[in-house]
C-alpha cells in the first residue's frame, strides 16, 4: 500500500500577497512544496532561494516562448520531433547547419523549392518552431494574408509602418509561393517584405518552383527586384532530388557561409 505524500501547507497569506505584488507567480506556485521539502531535507537558505528562483525564470521562459509561438502564426505541429530527416532529399549536412540557425544570425535567406509533397513547408516552418525555442521571434505568412495585410493598411497610407512591424521579427517564414497564380497585390506585397527585410531579417520561402521562375509567376519587373535581393544573401534547397545550392548573388557562391556538402 502507497503511503499518500501530504500536501504541502499553503502559505501565509502575507507571504502570498507578497508574492503576488512582486509579480512573481512561479515562486508563489512552487513555494509550498519548495519550503516543505527544505525543511525535511535541511537545505541551506541559499539552495532554497536558488530553486525558487530558477522556477521563476523557466515558467517565465516558457511563458514567452509559448507567447511568441502564438504571436508568430505558425502552424501547430510541423515541428523536427515530427520530422523524419533521413526521409528527405536534403543532405543531413546542410539539415544541421540550418538548425544551427546561424544563418539567421547572419540575416540571410533560405528558399527551399520542389514538387508539392516533398515536406518543404514542414521544414521551413520547423526551422521556424525551433528558433522560437531558441529565444527567437518568427512570423507566419503566405502571400494571401500578406497581401491582406498590405490592403487593410492602404487605406491610411501606413503600409510602411506595417511593413516595419512584420520585419523586427528576426525570421519570416512566407509558405507556398507558387501553388496558386500570384495576384499583382500579392506580387507587390512579396517584394515589399523582401526589399524591407534585405540584409537586415532573415527571410524563409518555400515554393514549387525556383526564385528564378518567379518571372513566370509575377510581372517581371516585380520578379527580377524580388529576386535579385532574396538571392542575394540567400541558401536555396532543391526537393526534388538534387543537392542543395549555397548561393548568394545567385549563382557565385558568394554571400554566405557553406553549410557543408
Not at 512552487?30 to 536558488?50: F, K, S
Not at 521563476?56 to 508568430?72: P, Q, V
Not at 540557425?101 to 547572419?106: A, F, S, T
Request: charged share 25%; proline share 6%; glycine share 6%.
Amino acid at each position: 500500500m502507497s503511503v499518500k505524500t501530504p500536501t504541502p501547507p499553503p502559505l501565509p497569506d502575507e507571504l502570498e500577497q507578497l508574492l503576488k505584488r512582486l509579480r512573481l507567480p512561479y515562486v508563489r506556485k512552487a513555494a509550498p512544496e519548495v519550503i516543505a521539502t527544505a525543511a525535511a531535507q535541511r537545505w541551506e537558505p541559499a539552495e532554497v532561494l536558488r530553486v525558487l528562483l530558477t522556477e521563476e525564470a523557466e515558467g517565465r521562459d516558457r511563458s514567452t516562448t509559448a507567447t511568441r509561438r502564438r504571436a508568430s502564426g505558425l502552424p501547430t505541429g510541423k515541428t523536427f520531433e515530427a520530422w523524419e530527416e533521413s526521409k528527405t532529399v536534403i543532405p543531413n549536412t546542410t539539415q544541421q547547419a540550418l538548425r544551427t540557425l546561424e544563418w539567421i544570425e547572419r540575416s540571410e535567406a533560405l528558399c527551399v523549392c520542389g514538387p508539392s509533397g516533398t515536406g518543404k513547408s514542414h521544414f521551413i516552418e520547423a526551422l521556424g518552431h525551433l528558433a522560437i525555442d531558441k529565444g527567437k521571434t518568427v512570423v507566419f505568412h503566405t502571400l494571401e494574408t500578406l497581401a491582406a495585410l498590405i490592403a487593410r493598411h492602404r487605406a491610411d497610407n501606413s503600409v510602411p509602418k506595417a511593413i516595419s512591424k512584420l520585419i523586427r521579427a528576426d525570421l519570416i517564414v512566407i509558405d507556398d509561393v507558387g501553388i496558386t497564380p500570384i495576384t499583382h497585390d500579392q506580387a507587390e506585397a512579396l517584394f515589399r517584405v523582401v526589399d524591407a527585410a534585405y540584409e537586415k531579417r532573415s527571410i524563409a520561402v518555400s515554393s514549387n518552383i525556383h526564385p528564378a521562375g518567379f518571372d513566370e509567376l509575377m510581372p517581371k519587373t516585380l520578379a527580377a527586384a524580388t529576386v535579385d535581393r532574396l538571392l542575394h544573401h540567400a541558401h536555396v534547397i532543391l526537393t526534388d532530388g538534387q543537392e542543395s545550392y549555397r548561393l548568394a548573388q545567385a549563382t557565385t557562391g558568394k554571400g554566405v557561409v557553406p553549410l557543408g556538402d
